[in-house]
Protein backbone atom coordinates (compact mmCIF):
# COMPACT_ATOMS: atom_id res chain seq x y z
CA UNK A 1 0.00 0.00 0.00
CA UNK A 2 1.37 3.70 -0.74
CA UNK A 3 1.95 6.01 2.09
CA UNK A 4 0.10 8.89 2.16
CA UNK A 5 1.21 12.28 0.56
CA UNK A 6 2.57 14.21 3.41
CA UNK A 7 -0.39 16.70 3.47
CA UNK A 8 -2.43 13.86 4.13
CA UNK A 9 -0.31 12.92 7.43
CA UNK A 10 -1.32 13.89 10.83
CA UNK A 11 1.82 14.34 13.05
CA UNK A 12 1.98 15.93 17.03
CA UNK A 13 5.21 17.61 15.98
CA UNK A 14 5.39 20.13 13.44
CA UNK A 15 6.32 19.47 10.08
CA UNK A 16 10.28 20.95 10.42
CA UNK A 17 11.12 19.87 13.75
CA UNK A 18 10.27 16.19 12.13
CA UNK A 19 13.11 16.68 9.67
CA UNK A 20 15.41 18.32 12.36
CA UNK A 21 14.55 15.82 14.83
CA UNK A 22 16.13 13.22 12.53
CA UNK A 23 19.16 14.61 12.25
CA UNK A 24 19.65 16.09 15.57
CA UNK A 25 19.70 12.25 16.89
CA UNK A 26 21.56 11.16 13.62
CA UNK A 27 24.66 13.37 14.27
CA UNK A 28 24.13 13.17 18.00
CA UNK A 29 25.22 9.67 17.83
CA UNK A 30 28.05 10.07 15.04
CA UNK A 31 29.19 12.96 17.65
CA UNK A 32 29.55 9.85 20.37
CA UNK A 33 31.13 7.49 17.57
CA UNK A 34 33.42 9.65 15.61
CA UNK A 35 35.65 11.59 18.48
CA UNK A 36 35.46 8.64 21.18
CA UNK A 37 35.59 5.63 19.21
CA UNK A 38 38.40 5.44 18.70
CA UNK A 39 39.46 5.75 22.59
CA UNK A 40 37.11 3.15 23.63
CA UNK A 41 39.04 0.54 21.38
CA UNK A 42 42.30 1.98 22.83
CA UNK A 43 41.38 1.41 26.07
CA UNK A 44 40.02 -2.31 25.46
CA UNK A 45 43.85 -2.75 24.13
CA UNK A 46 43.38 -2.77 20.25
CA UNK A 47 46.29 -1.71 18.21
CA UNK A 48 46.91 1.33 16.08
CA UNK A 49 46.26 -0.89 13.09
CA UNK A 50 43.23 -2.62 14.90
CA UNK A 51 41.81 0.92 15.63
CA UNK A 52 42.81 2.01 12.37
CA UNK A 53 40.63 -1.11 10.34
CA UNK A 54 37.84 -1.43 12.44
CA UNK A 55 37.34 2.45 11.99
CA UNK A 56 37.29 1.80 8.88
CA UNK A 57 34.34 -1.21 9.00
CA UNK A 58 31.47 1.48 8.65
CA UNK A 59 32.73 3.41 5.75
CA UNK A 60 33.08 -0.08 4.41
CA UNK A 61 29.92 -1.20 4.27
CA UNK A 62 28.70 2.02 3.41
CA UNK A 63 30.21 1.51 -0.44
CA UNK A 64 27.44 -1.08 -1.19
CA UNK A 65 24.48 -0.90 1.57
CA UNK A 66 23.40 3.09 0.07
CA UNK A 67 23.69 1.62 -3.16
CA UNK A 68 21.43 -1.31 -2.34
CA UNK A 69 19.01 0.46 0.00
CA UNK A 70 18.69 3.38 -2.95
CA UNK A 71 18.30 0.93 -5.54
CA UNK A 72 15.31 -0.91 -3.44
CA UNK A 73 13.74 2.93 -2.50
CA UNK A 74 13.70 4.32 -5.68
CA UNK A 75 12.02 1.11 -7.36
CA UNK A 76 9.72 0.70 -4.47
CA UNK A 77 8.76 3.96 -3.75
CA UNK A 78 9.05 3.10 0.15
CA UNK A 79 11.82 5.26 1.23
CA UNK A 80 10.19 5.75 4.70
CA UNK A 81 10.03 2.15 5.56
CA UNK A 82 13.57 1.36 4.49
CA UNK A 83 14.92 4.55 6.70
CA UNK A 84 12.42 2.87 9.52
CA UNK A 85 13.78 -0.56 9.21
CA UNK A 86 17.48 0.35 8.67
CA UNK A 87 17.26 2.45 12.08
CA UNK A 88 15.12 -0.47 14.02
CA UNK A 89 17.70 -3.09 12.65
CA UNK A 90 20.85 -1.34 12.89
CA UNK A 91 19.96 -1.14 16.99
CA UNK A 92 19.20 -4.51 17.05
CA UNK A 93 22.15 -5.16 15.44
CA UNK A 94 24.16 -3.16 17.79
CA UNK A 95 23.18 -4.50 21.41
CA UNK A 96 25.83 -7.21 21.63
CA UNK A 97 28.93 -4.77 21.92
CA UNK A 98 28.62 -4.62 26.09
CA UNK A 99 29.71 -8.46 25.85
CA UNK A 100 32.40 -8.16 23.42
CA UNK A 101 36.24 -7.40 23.61
CA UNK A 102 38.08 -9.11 21.04
CA UNK A 103 38.82 -7.83 17.33
CA UNK A 104 37.06 -10.32 14.91
CA UNK A 105 33.40 -10.31 17.40
CA UNK A 106 33.67 -5.98 17.41
CA UNK A 107 34.40 -6.60 13.45
CA UNK A 108 31.40 -8.32 12.76
CA UNK A 109 29.36 -6.45 15.41
CA UNK A 110 30.28 -3.59 13.12
CA UNK A 111 29.94 -4.87 9.87
CA UNK A 112 26.29 -5.66 10.99
CA UNK A 113 25.40 -2.57 12.69
CA UNK A 114 26.63 -0.45 10.17
CA UNK A 115 25.03 -2.43 7.37
CA UNK A 116 21.61 -1.54 8.14
CA UNK A 117 22.41 2.01 9.78
CA UNK A 118 24.29 3.17 6.38
CA UNK A 119 20.80 2.75 4.75
CA UNK A 120 19.08 5.60 6.36
CA UNK A 121 21.05 8.82 5.69
CA UNK A 122 21.29 8.99 2.54
CA UNK A 123 17.44 7.91 1.75
CA UNK A 124 16.81 10.71 4.38
CA UNK A 125 18.54 13.21 2.09
CA UNK A 126 16.14 12.48 -0.69
CA UNK A 127 12.86 12.21 1.44
CA UNK A 128 14.14 16.11 3.21
CA UNK A 129 15.00 17.53 -0.29
CA UNK A 130 11.53 15.90 -1.72
CA UNK A 131 9.65 17.09 1.52
CA UNK A 132 10.76 20.59 1.30
CA UNK A 133 10.22 20.76 -2.54
CA UNK A 134 10.09 24.19 -3.77
CA UNK A 135 11.95 25.38 -0.43
CA UNK A 136 15.05 23.09 -0.80
CA UNK A 137 16.90 26.39 -0.58
CA UNK A 138 16.23 25.32 3.22
CA UNK A 139 17.72 22.46 3.30
CA UNK A 140 20.96 23.57 5.75
CA UNK A 141 18.76 25.22 7.85
CA UNK A 142 17.15 21.95 8.39
CA UNK A 143 20.62 19.90 8.62
CA UNK A 144 21.95 22.56 10.97
CA UNK A 145 19.99 20.68 13.77
CA UNK A 146 22.39 17.67 13.44
CA UNK A 147 25.10 19.74 14.10
CA UNK A 148 23.88 21.05 16.72
CA UNK A 149 23.11 17.37 17.90
CA UNK A 150 26.90 16.44 17.23
CA UNK A 151 27.83 19.53 19.46
CA UNK A 152 25.49 18.69 22.40
CA UNK A 153 27.21 14.88 22.35
CA UNK A 154 30.68 15.63 22.08
CA UNK A 155 30.55 18.51 24.85
CA UNK A 156 28.45 16.62 27.38
CA UNK A 157 30.13 13.19 26.55
CA UNK A 158 33.63 14.68 27.28
CA UNK A 159 32.90 15.71 30.72
CA UNK A 160 30.77 12.66 31.49
CA UNK A 161 33.55 9.91 29.98
CA UNK A 162 36.27 12.05 31.74
CA UNK A 163 34.42 11.15 34.79
CA UNK A 164 33.03 7.60 33.92
CA UNK A 165 35.56 6.00 31.72
CA UNK A 166 35.02 5.13 27.88
CA UNK A 167 32.91 1.84 29.53
CA UNK A 168 29.78 4.42 29.19
CA UNK A 169 30.42 5.24 25.28
CA UNK A 170 28.43 1.57 24.09
CA UNK A 171 25.74 2.58 26.31
CA UNK A 172 25.60 6.06 24.77
CA UNK A 173 25.38 4.95 21.42
CA UNK A 174 22.67 2.14 22.21
CA UNK A 175 20.74 4.75 23.49
CA UNK A 176 21.26 7.21 20.24
CA UNK A 177 19.99 4.64 18.05
CA UNK A 178 16.44 3.73 19.74
CA UNK A 179 15.80 7.56 19.99
CA UNK A 180 16.57 7.61 16.57
CA UNK A 181 14.45 4.71 15.78
CA UNK A 182 11.32 5.87 17.50
CA UNK A 183 11.90 9.54 15.53
CA UNK A 184 11.50 8.03 12.47
CA UNK A 185 7.95 6.98 13.67
CA UNK A 186 7.30 10.81 13.23
CA UNK A 187 8.84 11.36 9.86
CA UNK A 188 6.90 12.08 6.72
CA UNK A 189 6.90 10.28 3.77
CA UNK A 190 7.56 12.74 1.41
CA UNK A 191 6.54 12.52 -2.37
CA UNK A 192 6.47 9.76 -4.70
CA UNK A 193 6.83 11.26 -7.87
CA UNK A 194 9.74 10.08 -10.05
CA UNK A 195 8.59 11.93 -12.82
CA UNK A 196 11.52 13.89 -15.57
CA UNK A 197 10.92 17.28 -16.16
CA UNK A 198 12.40 17.44 -18.96
CA UNK A 199 11.28 13.47 -20.03
CA UNK A 200 15.40 12.26 -20.01
CA UNK A 201 15.91 8.58 -20.42
CA UNK A 202 16.83 7.63 -16.49
CA UNK A 203 19.45 5.66 -16.81
CA UNK A 204 21.97 5.93 -13.83
CA UNK A 205 24.86 4.80 -16.24
CA UNK A 206 23.78 7.69 -18.22
CA UNK A 207 24.37 10.21 -15.80
CA UNK A 208 27.61 8.63 -14.45
CA UNK A 209 29.35 8.86 -17.93
CA UNK A 210 29.02 12.73 -17.58
CA UNK A 211 32.48 14.09 -17.06
CA UNK A 212 31.47 16.25 -14.45
CA UNK A 213 29.51 13.46 -12.59
CA UNK A 214 32.84 11.18 -12.29
CA UNK A 215 35.11 13.40 -11.98
CA UNK A 216 33.20 14.87 -8.96
CA UNK A 217 32.96 11.73 -7.18
CA UNK A 218 36.87 10.78 -7.89
CA UNK A 219 36.98 14.17 -5.71
CA UNK A 220 34.47 13.64 -3.04
CA UNK A 221 36.39 10.36 -2.34
CA UNK A 222 39.30 11.83 -1.89
CA UNK A 223 38.04 14.73 0.36
CA UNK A 224 36.77 11.97 2.62
CA UNK A 225 40.09 9.91 2.45
CA UNK A 226 41.76 13.47 3.51
CA UNK A 227 39.85 12.85 6.59
CA UNK A 228 41.57 9.31 7.58
CA UNK A 229 43.81 10.80 10.02
CA UNK A 230 41.47 13.03 11.79
CA UNK A 231 38.94 10.91 12.11
CA UNK A 232 40.39 8.20 13.37
CA UNK A 233 43.23 9.07 15.33
CA UNK A 234 43.00 13.45 15.80
CA UNK A 235 41.37 12.54 19.48
CA UNK A 236 44.59 9.96 20.32
CA UNK A 237 46.83 12.44 19.03
CA UNK A 238 45.47 15.05 21.65
CA UNK A 239 45.16 12.61 24.21
CA UNK A 240 48.75 11.86 24.16
CA UNK A 241 49.35 15.72 24.50
CA UNK A 242 47.71 15.77 27.60
CA UNK A 243 44.30 17.55 26.55
CA UNK A 244 41.55 15.94 28.78
CA UNK A 245 38.69 14.33 27.02
CA UNK A 246 36.31 17.14 27.76
CA UNK A 247 38.94 19.61 25.98
CA UNK A 248 39.16 17.16 22.90
CA UNK A 249 34.62 17.50 22.70
CA UNK A 250 35.15 21.49 23.19
CA UNK A 251 37.77 21.42 19.92
CA UNK A 252 35.41 18.87 18.01
CA UNK A 253 32.52 20.73 19.10
CA UNK A 254 34.10 24.05 17.88
CA UNK A 255 34.38 22.20 14.33
CA UNK A 256 30.80 21.64 14.06
CA UNK A 257 30.15 24.84 15.57
CA UNK A 258 31.71 26.58 12.48
CA UNK A 259 29.77 23.91 10.55
CA UNK A 260 26.68 25.94 11.71
CA UNK A 261 27.85 28.36 11.28
CA UNK A 262 27.80 28.07 7.07
CA UNK A 263 24.87 26.29 7.27
CA UNK A 264 22.82 29.75 8.12
CA UNK A 265 24.86 31.37 5.49
CA UNK A 266 25.46 28.79 2.98
CA UNK A 267 22.12 29.66 0.73
CA UNK A 268 23.42 33.16 0.29
CA UNK A 269 27.11 31.69 -0.56
CA UNK A 270 24.81 29.26 -3.34
CA UNK A 271 23.15 32.33 -4.65
CA UNK A 272 26.50 34.35 -5.40
CA UNK A 273 28.88 31.48 -6.10
CA UNK A 274 28.22 28.09 -8.56
CA UNK A 275 28.16 25.58 -6.50
CA UNK A 276 31.34 23.77 -8.45
CA UNK A 277 33.31 26.67 -7.31
CA UNK A 278 32.07 26.20 -4.01
CA UNK A 279 33.46 22.63 -3.90
CA UNK A 280 36.87 23.67 -4.81
CA UNK A 281 37.33 26.64 -2.75
CA UNK A 282 36.13 24.26 0.32
CA UNK A 283 38.60 21.52 -0.58
CA UNK A 284 41.70 24.15 -1.03
CA UNK A 285 40.52 25.08 2.74
CA UNK A 286 40.76 21.92 3.65
CA UNK A 287 44.61 21.36 2.41
CA UNK A 288 45.02 24.58 4.78
CA UNK A 289 43.39 23.07 7.54
CA UNK A 290 45.43 19.43 7.40
CA UNK A 291 48.41 21.61 7.67
CA UNK A 292 47.97 22.93 10.29
CA UNK A 293 47.18 20.72 11.90
CA UNK A 294 50.28 18.48 10.94
CA UNK A 295 52.61 21.56 11.71
CA UNK A 296 51.06 23.23 14.83
CA UNK A 297 52.43 20.99 17.77
CA UNK A 298 49.44 21.00 19.82
CA UNK A 299 49.51 25.04 19.71
CA UNK A 300 45.69 25.45 21.18
CA UNK A 301 45.29 29.02 18.88
CA UNK A 302 46.11 27.11 15.94
CA UNK A 303 44.44 23.79 16.91
CA UNK A 304 40.99 26.61 16.74
CA UNK A 305 42.26 28.44 13.43
CA UNK A 306 42.19 24.44 11.94
CA UNK A 307 38.94 23.32 13.61
CA UNK A 308 36.98 26.35 12.61
CA UNK A 309 38.12 25.07 8.92
CA UNK A 310 35.61 22.63 9.58
CA UNK A 311 33.21 24.88 8.18
CA UNK A 312 34.55 24.59 4.59
CA UNK A 313 35.99 20.84 5.09
CA UNK A 314 32.72 19.34 5.84
CA UNK A 315 30.16 22.01 5.87
CA UNK A 316 30.29 24.20 2.71
CA UNK A 317 31.15 21.10 0.63
CA UNK A 318 28.82 18.79 1.82
CA UNK A 319 25.73 20.82 1.48
CA UNK A 320 26.79 21.98 -1.67
CA UNK A 321 27.70 18.43 -2.54
CA UNK A 322 23.91 17.15 -1.55
CA UNK A 323 22.46 20.13 -4.04
CA UNK A 324 24.46 19.48 -6.82
CA UNK A 325 23.92 15.29 -7.14
CA UNK A 326 20.57 16.53 -6.55
CA UNK A 327 20.22 18.43 -9.78
CA UNK A 328 22.28 16.05 -11.70
CA UNK A 329 20.72 13.04 -10.78
CA UNK A 330 17.16 14.37 -10.54
CA UNK A 331 13.86 13.09 -8.51
CA UNK A 332 13.82 9.71 -10.49
CA UNK A 333 17.55 8.39 -9.99
CA UNK A 334 17.74 10.68 -6.38
CA UNK A 335 17.90 7.63 -3.91
CA UNK A 336 21.00 6.06 -6.41
CA UNK A 337 22.61 9.38 -6.80
CA UNK A 338 22.83 10.38 -2.92
CA UNK A 339 23.65 6.82 -2.29
CA UNK A 340 26.77 7.23 -4.82
CA UNK A 341 27.98 9.99 -3.59
CA UNK A 342 27.78 8.60 0.30
CA UNK A 343 28.81 5.35 -0.91
CA UNK A 344 31.93 6.64 -2.76
CA UNK A 345 32.96 9.72 -0.64
CA UNK A 346 31.78 8.72 2.66
CA UNK A 347 32.18 5.07 2.18
CA UNK A 348 35.03 4.33 0.19
CA UNK A 349 36.92 7.21 1.06
CA UNK A 350 36.22 7.59 4.58
CA UNK A 351 37.46 3.60 4.73
CA UNK A 352 40.50 4.42 2.82
CA UNK A 353 41.81 7.08 4.90
CA UNK A 354 41.08 5.08 8.60
CA UNK A 355 42.37 2.16 7.05
CA UNK A 356 45.89 3.86 5.72
CA UNK A 357 45.49 5.98 8.67
CA UNK A 358 46.28 3.01 10.81
CA UNK A 359 48.77 1.54 8.74
CA UNK A 360 51.17 4.63 8.59
CA UNK A 361 50.24 5.91 12.08
CA UNK A 362 52.98 4.34 13.76
CA UNK A 363 55.43 5.64 11.69
CA UNK A 364 54.85 8.97 10.37
CA UNK A 365 52.57 10.16 13.50
CA UNK A 366 50.94 13.71 13.38
CA UNK A 367 53.14 14.23 9.59
CA UNK A 368 50.37 11.67 8.13
CA UNK A 369 48.35 15.05 8.05
CA UNK A 370 50.71 16.13 5.24
CA UNK A 371 49.84 13.84 3.20
CA UNK A 372 45.87 14.00 3.67
CA UNK A 373 46.76 17.71 2.44
CA UNK A 374 48.30 16.77 -0.19
CA UNK A 375 45.41 14.19 -1.20
CA UNK A 376 42.62 17.32 -0.83
CA UNK A 377 45.08 19.42 -3.20
CA UNK A 378 44.79 16.93 -5.57
CA UNK A 379 41.06 16.59 -5.65
CA UNK A 380 40.86 20.87 -5.87
CA UNK A 381 43.40 20.33 -8.84
CA UNK A 382 41.25 17.52 -10.27
CA UNK A 383 38.04 19.75 -10.36
CA UNK A 384 39.33 22.15 -11.80
CA UNK A 385 41.58 20.38 -14.48
CA UNK A 386 38.45 18.61 -15.31
CA UNK A 387 36.65 21.69 -16.03
CA UNK A 388 33.74 20.80 -13.21
CA UNK A 389 34.55 24.03 -11.64
CA UNK A 390 33.43 26.25 -14.61
CA UNK A 391 30.11 24.61 -14.65
CA UNK A 392 27.22 26.82 -14.00
Not at 33 to 62: E, H, N, R
Not at 187 to 206: K, M, Y
Request: charged residues 10%; hydrophobic residues 55%; glycine residues 10%.
Amino acid sequence: MTERPLTERASPLPYYWRLSGFYFFYFGLLGALVPYWSLYLKDLGFSAAGIGALMAIPQLTKIGAPNLWGWLADRSGQRLRIIRAGNLLAALAFMPVFWIDTFWNMAFLLIAFSFFWNAVLAQFEVLTLQSLGDRSHRYSHVRLWGSVGFIVSVLVLGELLDQMGTELLPWVLSGFLWLLWLGTLTLPSGSASVESPRGENHSIWTVLARREVYLFLVASFLMQMSHGPYYTFFSIHLENLEFSKMTIGALWALGVLAEVGLFLVMHQLMRRFSIPWILTGSLLLATVRWLIIGSCDGNMFWLLIAQCLHAASFGSFHAASIAWVHRQFGDALAGQGQALYSSLGFGAGWAAGAGLSGLFWPVWGIQLFYAAALVSLCAAMLMVAGRVARLP
